[in-house]
């Protein structure tokens, strides 16, 4: 889209690329069919990476020849970036569950790789006890309100009504959902959404992705150094919005609304800084420190995007633009729920406070967590 757009005398790599790359863009022609994209063993490595650098160079030869790009280039460049981080964390996300599927559990970096932690490990139940925040009711400004990107779906700043609501000081844990497990949670239709119930006994979920026993009754889990024993502590992952939505109404409680995710993430004061993201090497969410302030609200960003109970839709206002970036986020606009945060495999500089990430119900490859409301 940029390079023949903007760069006079561009050709194309290679003519049938457009047709094996386009993941779901129709207003860019045909495309490979989303369930048969596993079976293309071609083009090889080698060409992936001629192709790649074709394409640096001449981006290169863009950005060298203008003074300054057209406002229309600049803006589809700095998309495209962000679209690039995207798929960091997709590919961090999926080699975890490409892997995950062999029985062997292979790891996929080693111990010294992960010597990179900057935080130590905390031991199991050794992390503040959950407590709940009051956040004040009000009217609000919900959305994109700061210069510098943002995606599309972020707009346009509107204003919200929302009662008074209590927001939980940390993320729920491993050992926080064991317990709703050991309650016989998964067996307990009345804690469950309809569908969710349906699908937990079709697909026989009785724990979350991951999870497996050994021989022994141990609970492990698999991770970067493949199965290891389950950390009580560290915030529990790859959960269903069904599986979120379950824990919270055992727990007597329920998941935060996207707006008052946001609101609480302000009054706060909560950034990204420090957070537990993809540069931090830990590939896994991490337990709080234990000396952390049981008064404060933490780990709003990193460690595991947090299910919301709002719809992924338009808001107030929105306009989907026209072509190809209409469809970048516009025409998903339905039947899918908002997570907010980020996770650990999110780069930093990709999050911010109003980004909205959506997936469908049933999702758990990426690491989706919860938080509680009340």
Not at 55 to 75: I, K, R
Not at 99 to 124: F, G, H, I, K, M
Request: proline share 7%.
């Amino acid at each position: 889209m940029l390079l023949k757009a903007f760069l006079p005398g561009y050709q194309v790599f290679h003519p049938d690329y457009a047709f094996l790359f386009n993941s779901y863009y129709n207003s860019l022609g045909s495309r490979v069919n989303r369930a048969d994209r596993g079976t293309l063993s071609r083009p090889p490595l080698a060409d992936v990476y001629r192709y790649r650098t074709y394409v640096d160079e001449h981006m290169a030869a863009l950005l060298a020849g203008l003074d300054e790009l057209p406002a229309a280039a600049a803006e589809l460049l700095e998309l495209g970036l962000h679209h690039e981080q995207q798929h960091q964390e997709l590919l961090a996300t999926d080699i975890k569950y490409i892997l995950s599927t062999n029985p062997l559990a292979p790891a996929y970096l080693t111990s010294e790789q992960l010597a990179v932690r900057n935080t130590p490990a905390a031991a199991n139940g050794s992390l503040p006890a959950a407590a709940w925040l009051p956040v004040p009711g009000g009217i609000y400004a919900i959305g994109h309100q700061q210069a510098g990107f943002s995606f599309d779906n972020e707009l346009p700043v509107h204003e919200v009504l929302v009662a008074p609501f209590e927001l939980q000081n940390r993320l729920v844990t491993n050992g926080d959902f064991l317990r709703f497990m050991e309650a016989e949670g998964y067996q307990q239709f009345h804690f469950w959404l309809g569908e969710g119930w349906d699908l937990a006994n079709r697909e026989g979920w009785a724990a979350p992705l991951y999870w497996s026993k050994n021989p022994d009754g141990q609970w492990l889990r698999y991770g970067p150094t493949g199965l290891e024993p389950l950390n009580l502590a560290a915030p529990v992952s790859h959960l269903s919005f069904y599986e979120a939505d379950a824990y919270a109404q055992w727990a007597g409680a329920r998941l935060p609304t996207e707006a008052e995710w946001e609101i609480a993430a302000r009054h706060f004061n909560a950034t990204p800084e420090g957070g537990n993201w993809l540069e931090t090497g830990h590939f896994d969410p991490q337990p709080l420190a234990a000396a952390a302030d049981p008064t404060q609200c933490h780990q709003l960003f990193g460690d595991c995007w947090e299910w919301t109970y709002s719809a992924y839709h338009p808001y107030p206002g929105y306009q989907r633009a026209a072509g190809a970036l209409g469809e970048y986020n516009g025409k998903f606009m339905l039947n899918q729920l908002v997570l907010r945060g980020g996770s650990c495999a999110t780069p930093e500089s990709h999050i911010r406070l109003t980004y909205r990430n959506f997936f469908h119900a049933d999702k758990r490859w990426q690491f989706t967590g919860l938080r509680l409301a009340r």
